[in-house]
């Protein structure tokens, strides 16, 4: 299984960024999916979850101004990231949990205050 992570980039904070992550090799529809980010010096935290059903989870630090979605015909889930802040700046990394788990290449998301 393979997941290829994209969309990062540099934004100002207030703008918006959407990451999107493509899985291979599996059968995607029964995936968890998620999206963590981690910062030089911290634990890699959670930043939003979507089950295989579509239910959604986000962190509190970012309820509001990002979405989770997925497209299960595309094998893709995505991130809108709206509203961006200097704290969410970071390498965002997708996954997924079944029947084992994997991580993709991370991308890095900069804003700039």
């Known amino acids: ?8 980039g ?15 090799g599996d059968i995607f529809s029964f995936n968890v999916m998620a999206w963590y980010r981690q910062v030089p010096g911290k634990q890699r935290e959670l930043v939003a979850v979507i089950t295989g059903g579509g239910s959604t989870r ?13 497209d299960n015909a595309k094998n893709t889930i995505n991130l809108q990231m709206n509203t961006l802040k200097a704290e969410d700046t970071g390498v965002y990394y997708c ?5 084992g788990t994997n991580w993709g290449q ?5 804003v700039s205050s």
Request: charged content about 15%.
């Open 106 to 110: 991370g991308t890095q998301v900069t």
């Open 1 to 8: 299984v393979q997941l290829q992570a994209s969309g990062g």
């Open 95 to 99: 996954y997924r949990n079944w029947r």
């Open 58 to 70: 986000c962190a509190d630090s970012v309820r509001g101004r990002f979405t989770i979605s997925r």
């Open 10 to 24: 540099l934004v100002q904070a207030g703008g918006s960024l959407r990451l999107s992550c493509v899985v291979s």
